[in-house]
């Protein structure tokens, strides 16, 4: 049964590796529903977070692949229950939708959303929140106006402490027992 799973890369921050795990991917007809990457918590170490949906076979060859590339130090998956993740998404909107009654300030309080900037033309509405979340004040401004919508990937951190740091602690105890 497929379902959605979050990868975790941690890797060296080299041009050409996200080239090559995206294809690790793609080549076996799967689906990136989100890519973020940034620093991660430990200098020098970079996190990408990948979010795809596939069945518990397919997500450990995934991972099997994935750390047999030279720049990746670990990989990782966690399903929904194991993290915690949003994303962030962006609305512009008419300056006079908020001139002609209080609907889009409504529609931006129900939503816990907050505005962003105002500028002559356009107010940029900001939203923070599960997939869900993000989608459905999407909708609701439709029926207002939307000139422009743009929403991130998937932002997870691991409820359970970070498996990177045991693995490397085991690494360091290995060397010095060698």
């Given at each position: 049964m497929e379902k959605e799973y979050t990868l975790t890369v941690f890797c060296e921050n080299k041009t050409g590796l996200m080239a090559r795990i995206v294809s690790i991917i793609t080549r076996r007809h799967i689906n990136i529903e989100s890519f973020?990457?940034?620093?991660s918590s430990i200098k020098g170490i970079f996190r990408f977070t990948i979010m795809v949906v596939v069945n518990d076979e397919q997500v450990r060859k995934l991972i099997t692949q994935i750390e047999k590339q030279v720049d990746v130090l670990k990989a990782f998956y966690y399903d929904n229950s194991e993290i915690i993740y949003q994303e962030i998404a962006l609305y512009k909107v008419s300056p006079e939708l908020f001139f002609g009654g209080d609907k889009v300030e409504t529609l931006v309080r129900k939503h816990n959303a907050r505005?962003?900037?105002?500028?002559?033309?356009?107010?940029v509405i900001e939203k923070t929140g599960h997939p869900?979340?993000?989608?459905?004040?999407l909708n609701e401004l439709h029926s207002v106006g939307v000139y422009e919508f743009v929403r991130s990937g998937r932002v997870a951190i691991v409820k359970p402490m970070?498996?990177?740091?045991t693995y490397l602690k085991s690494i360091k105890k290995l060397e010095t027992i060698s």
């Open positions: 973020t990457a940034s620093e505005i962003l900037s105002i500028e002559k033309d356009y107010i869900d979340d993000t989608k459905a004040l970070e498996r990177l740091n």
